[in-house]
């Protein structure tokens, strides 16, 4: 399993040739946005965020917006170390609290109401859906490269999954008459 650094050099050390990747289809942008998002995805969004970590503290007094994730969620579990399933929770995750913050502060006019923000995302999703693809792989490419690293993409089932030692599967309890 790779420490926080070997992680963060990874991603700097990546992020570029990800973003490379792209120019033939989306030129420079796409240059730009499959870059930047591996960047963000590694040393911002990493799957590590389930515990105090180097991606947790550069979000510095934001980091307390984690600490729920963090408690909700065990190190390497499921819903954090999956492919696929810990970015997308990860990103909705944040998505819940931006949602719950315009609900907050919009009474207040800082900021708009939840339907004009969704508004605005749609439109964006419309415009930009290449460029906005290319930031989603680039966000899960860089939590897979995490996964590489620790050793294993596939995280431990949770307890009630797991097969336990010397239980057949498909079959219930042993009886004594029928042990032998």
């Given at each position: 399993?790779?420490?926080?650094?070997?992680?963060?050099r990874?991603?700097?050390l990546?992020?570029?040739?990800?973003?490379?990747?792209?120019?033939?289809?989306?030129?420079?942008?796409?240059?730009?946005?499959?870059?930047?998002?591996?960047?963000?995805?590694?040393?911002?969004?990493?799957?590590?965020?389930?515990?105090?970590?180097?991606?947790?503290?550069?979000?510095?007094?934001?980091?307390l917006?984690?600490?729920?994730?963090?408690?909700?969620?065990?190190?390497?579990?499921?819903?954090?170390?999956?492919?696929?399933?810990?970015?997308?929770?990860?990103?909705?995750?944040?998505?819940?609290?931006?949602?719950?913050?315009?609900?907050?502060?919009?009474?207040?006019?800082?900021?708009?109401?939840?339907?004009?923000?969704?508004?605005?995302?749609?439109?964006?999703?419309?415009?930009?859906?290449?460029?906005?693809?290319?930031?989603?792989?680039?966000?899960?490419?860089?939590?897979?490269?995490?996964?590489?690293?620790?050793?294993?993409?596939?995280?431990?089932?949770?307890?009630?999954?797991?097969?336990?030692?010397?239980?057949?599967?498909?079959?219930?309890?042993?009886?004594?008459?029928?042990?032998?």
């Amino acid at each position: 399993m790779a420490n926080g650094r070997a992680h963060d050099r990874a991603t700097w050390l990546l992020c570029l040739p990800f973003g490379l990747l792209w120019w033939p289809w989306l030129g420079p942008a796409g240059f730009g946005s499959g870059a930047a998002a591996f960047l963000l995805g590694g040393l911002w969004l990493s799957p590590d965020l389930d515990t105090r970590s180097n991606p947790t503290q550069r979000w510095g007094p934001l980091a307390l917006l984690w600490l729920p994730y963090r408690r909700l969620l065990r190190h390497r579990s499921l819903l954090s170390h999956s492919p696929g399933l810990g970015t997308a929770g990860r990103l909705a995750y944040l998505a819940a609290i931006a949602l719950a913050l315009s609900l907050v502060l919009q009474p207040l006019g800082i900021i708009p109401p939840p339907q004009r923000l969704l508004a605005l995302a749609l439109a964006l999703w419309s415009q930009q859906r290449p460029l906005l693809l290319a930031a989603l792989v680039g966000v899960e490419a860089s939590s897979w490269l995490h996964l590489i690293q620790d050793g294993d993409p596939m995280p431990r089932l949770p307890r009630l999954l797991r097969r336990r030692p010397g239980r057949r599967p498909g079959r219930g309890r042993r009886s004594s008459r029928n042990a032998g």
